[in-house]
């Protein structure tokens, strides 16, 4: 301070310090409670909220996390390990006919507001559907009425059942309470935010953060006496943030899990004390099928020969142990995988239907074809002679995706085929993906797992292409009338050995049309410590399976919550 | 002094209606339709998204046609409605800036304010030392020339995970509730610290910069001789340099204080800080126009505010600007 403070220094103090105290005063005007969590009895976990909580109405689906599966629960849960339904809140159900369905519901359960739950919720919730708009409306395409027959027995009755999709709605359909929705005016049910959920489930809303949603455990819980006593008295869910961040606070014992993809983690993890699912390759297990579409309203995409020849030139191992460093499995050519699925998969077609990487089989069906250099330029021609100058898209920013599309354009480029990478932005994208716009892309949309292999085919093969707007996969609008009604006749059948040989026609169908190729097994990305918890499920002990997506608590999470056990 | 003002009230309202208007047209010049995106994270039964579409565009009168909803942008900016944030739906808008700007501003406000008065300090005894000048000039021009993300980046790999002293993300603590407790308020300082130090150190180096060579062109100007020729002090002939030197410093400090939100991008990225740099980011990233929509308006008002309040300082500080409204120049 070598300058005489002359009268402007004093005002210049004086004005910084009411800035300050002013900004306290702010800061302290938005604080509420005055509470730190015991972190020795606090999970928490990151990988699943892309955004601030906003949220809780089950009736949309962006919705916080959590809010189905912790708050709201199913009627059956699914293990995508065993491929067991385990009954939920349901004591059991069966069909009683072709078309009739009927729950038993377990007594005892209550609402976190004290009400009983009952079979007029269940009724409700179907009915909601029905005479609203919202997003699995649709189920009354097929379902034709819900009764209560008594306070605890429901009866489903269809127009024209879909075995299929029922055994999926069986356990992703949160069942929520009659005398709380029923006085919500129709035009209310999508706006609402329902912030403090009453539901039936093992945790309650606590408080939310602009990156954080807070669950508390919920000490009523109907389950604690059927399944086991969850062990994190918290959960604090996260909301993404970049990689070296989440791995930064996962070396700390910050987070305890995340379900981020968090590339060469196969790397580090010996050294950062981090745990996978496999102890070695593939580390994790699959969770959706990265598929290259082929837009078969262009040529050459137009020509099962082209697309056949494209999926032998596809080297997989390069993307696995290349880009992926293991982290991901080779797909399997019919794209299936997990056992729900794989219970339909026919190796018998595979072994004669199935492709591999061999080049020059690539490079004799493409001659075969008529697909040859006719201009001397050292790239393939169509047989008309017009030159092949193809585009393969996949978002930008996707580090991974773009390493591997990139791998994608030199196979292809090695049986003389020029496929070009590029990366449009993420909603550019969506957009081509909508509109038919593009060559080739790789996409991952509706292959999630499921319980039901007609997920998969219904995802890369349906009927919803000849509008405007493609909206439900099959993006490369590949038009198959026979396949399609193959698939829904899957998807209607509840005969397993009618299921088996029409899941065997489709399989045999996809793999010689080639209407996309099946590349690798996204990962259930999962890495977790045992800073603060200990006893995670892993492959020498599968009893849960730690996943905090969206519509996935009830494929296992709930079980890693009751086994976790807390480091004293 | 009238003519002054209305001359400038004109002038900023023509900017602001410019700047809304570009603000209603570019995200909506963005190729890919928001309620698309916000679809295509869903996976849901056959027919179920085409239903959440409708639903979602007629909530956000998407399907109005653009004059229409331009008129109804004009309505919202003087109602304080900025309708709800796709992302975040069903949150008001104005609800989500409300609580992002508070970190902002205890974020930045005093990360500016404070590199300022260090900065011109600094600066203003480096352009009267030599020896000063040569020690702290090379570490100004180190500093400022420096990429934010680079010494951010450094700053949290040696204080956050090589020395394990100060947290790297977020505002507060995992297992934190906020709440008037010390050990809260010290989680919260810890966590502020970082991205407070990294933006302090990266602009103070500019400020100081700028104020050593507003010194040195004053001291050699010709009032300063004047005075020492009259036998001033040095010190007295110090603090008129540093008093005409400060003047191009309040307008950067205003222009500073108008860019907040724009810095704050980078640091908030790079620390995680929940302000409303961060929610920008993924406005644009999550198409989210009403969002967007808010946080520029936002930004666009404090540029102009701080611009209008220039000017109005000027008349009180500046000499040249008072006496023009007397006609004595």
């Known amino acids: 301070m070598f300058l005489k403070s002359n009268k402007r220094g004093v005002l210049m103090k004086g004005f910084c310090r009411v800035v300050l105290v002013f900004m306290f005063i702010v800061l302290f005007s938005v604080v509420s409670l005055a509470v730190e969590l015991d972190r020795s009895e606090t999970l928490v ?112 009755t269809f127009d024209e059942p879909h075995y299929a999709e029922w055994d999926k709605e069986l356990y992703q359909r949160y069942i929520i309470p009659e005398h709380i929705w029923s006085k919500v005016p129709a035009d209310k049910l999508i706006p609402r935010t329902n912030a403090n959920p009453v539901g039936t489930g093992p945790y309650l809303y606590y408080t939310a953060g602009q990156d954080r949603m807070v669950w508390e455990r919920n000490d009523n819980w109907w389950g604690n006496e059927v399944f086991g006593t969850p062990k994190p008295k918290y959960i604090v869910d996260l909301v993404n943030v970049s990689n070296n961040i989440t791995l930064g606070m996962l070396m700390k014992g910050e987070i305890d899990l995340s379900n981020n993809f968090i590339p060469g983690v196969e790397k580090i993890k010996g050294v950062a004390g981090l745990k996978t699912w496999y102890e070695k390759e593939p580390y994790m297990l699959s969770w959706n099928t990265a598929n290259l579409y082929m837009n078969t309203t262009r040529k050459p995409m137009d020509d099962s020969a082209f697309r056949r020849a494209l999926a032998f030139a596809m080297n997989k191992h390069t993307i696995v142990d290349k880009v992926y460093g293991g982290l991901v499995k080779a797909a399997n050519p019919t794209g299936l995988f997990g056992q729900g699925w794989l219970a339909y998969l026919d190796q018998g077609v595979v072994d004669e239907y199935g492709f591999y990487f061999d080049p020059s089989k690539a490079v004799a069906l493409l001659d075969k074809a008529g697909y040859v250099d006719s201009d001397g330029d050292g790239w393939r021609d169509q047989p008309n002679g017009e030159p092949i100058e193809l585009e393969v898209m996949v978002p930008s920013g996707w580090t991974d995706w773009m390493e591997a599309v990139k791998v994608v354009s030199n196979n292809a480029a090695a049986v003389g085929v020029n496929i070009q990478a590029v990366f449009p932005d993420t909603s550019l994208y969506d957009n081509n993906r909508f509109t038919r716009n593009f060559d080739l892309m790789i996409g991952n949309q509706q292959t999630t797992l499921t319980s039901t292999p007609f997920d998969y085919w219904n995802g890369v093969a349906n009927d919803g292409i000849y509008g405007e707007r493609i909206a439900n996969g099959n993006w490369g609008a590949y038009d198959n009338p026979e396949l399609f009604a193959l698939i829904d006749e899957f998807n209607m059948t509840n005969d397993e050995t009618e299921k088996m040989k029409i899941a065997a026609e489709i399989e045999k169908t996809l793999l010689v049309e080639m209407p996309t190729i099946p590349l690798w097994h996204n990962g259930l990305w999962a890495q977790y410590t045992n800073a603060n918890w200990t006893n995670w499920p892993s492959e020498d002990n599968p009893y849960g399976v730690p996943v905090t997506w969206d519509n996935a608590y009830q494929l296992g999470m709930i079980d890693v919550l009751i086994g976790l056990e807390p480091v004293k | 002094m009238g003519k002054y003002l209305s001359k400038k009230i004109i002038i900023y309202l023509i900017t602001f209606v410019l700047a809304v208007t570009i603000n209603f047209v570019i995200p909506r010049m963005m190729p890919g339709d928001p309620i698309q995106s916000l679809m295509s994270r869903f996976s849901v039964m056959e027919g179920g998204r085409e239903i959440i579409e409708e639903q979602l565009t007629l909530l956000f009168n998407l399907d109005d046609p653009l004059p229409v909803q331009y008129l109804n942008y004009w309505k919202s900016i003087f109602t304080g409605d900025f309708g709800i944030s796709i992302m975040q739906f069903p949150k008001p808008v104005t609800a989500i800036i409300s609580t992002a700007i508070i970190y902002d501003l205890i974020l930045l406000i005093p990360a500016i304010i404070l590199s300022w008065i260090v900065g011109n300090r600094l600066g203003a005894l480096s352009g009267v030392s030599k020896r000063a ?49 010390w050990s809260f308020i010290l989680d919260y300082i810890r966590h502020w610290f970082m991205p407070f130090f990294s933006m302090f150190l990266v602009q103070l180096g500019g400020w100081a910069i700028g104020m050593r060579n507003m010194i040195i062109y004053e001291r050699s100007s010709n009032y300063s001789r004047y005075m020492e020729s009259l036998g001033a002090s040095d010190r007295l002939i110090r603090s008129y340099g540093f008093r005409n030197g400060v003047l191009p410093q309040v307008t950067g400090l205003a222009l500073r204080i108008a860019q907040l939100i724009g810095g704050a991008i980078t640091v908030e990225t790079v620390f995680n800080y929940p302000g409303l740099g961060r929610m920008m980011l993924s406005s644009v990233v999550n198409q989210d126009y009403f969002l967007l929509q808010g946080i520029f308006l936002a930004v666009v008002i404090m540029a102009l505010a701080a611009n209008f309040l220039v000017d109005i300082i000027y008349m009180f500080i500046d000499p040249r600007v008072r006496l023009s409204f007397s006609g004595e120049v």
């Open chain 2, 133 to 181: 000048d040569n020690i702290m000039m090379p570490v100004f021009y180190f500093l400022s020339s420096s990429p934010y993300f680079w010494l951010a980046g450094v700053l949290a790999f040696f204080l956050g995970v090589q020395l394990g002293w100060l947290p790297i993300s977020g505002a507060y603590g995992v297992s934190m509730n906020p709440g008037l407790n």
């Open chain 1, 45 to 156: 976990i990151t990988g699943a909220a892309w955004g601030p909580p906003s949220t809780w109405n089950i009736l949309i689906p962006n919705r916080q996390m959590g809010t189905g599966g912790l708050v709201y629960e199913t009627l059956f849960s699914y293990n995508p390990l065993t491929n067991e339904y385990r009954p939920w809140l349901a004591e059991s159900g069966e069909w009683v006919s072709d078309n009739e369905y009927v729950v038993n519901l377990r007594r005892g359960i209550k609402w976190t507001d004290g009400e009983a739950f009952d079979a007029d919720d269940l009724v409700f919730t179907y009915e909601l559907a029905r005479d609203n708009a919202v997003y699995y409306s649709p189920v009354w395409n097929w379902l034709g009425s819900v009764e209560a027959e008594d306070n605890y027995t429901v009866r489903f």
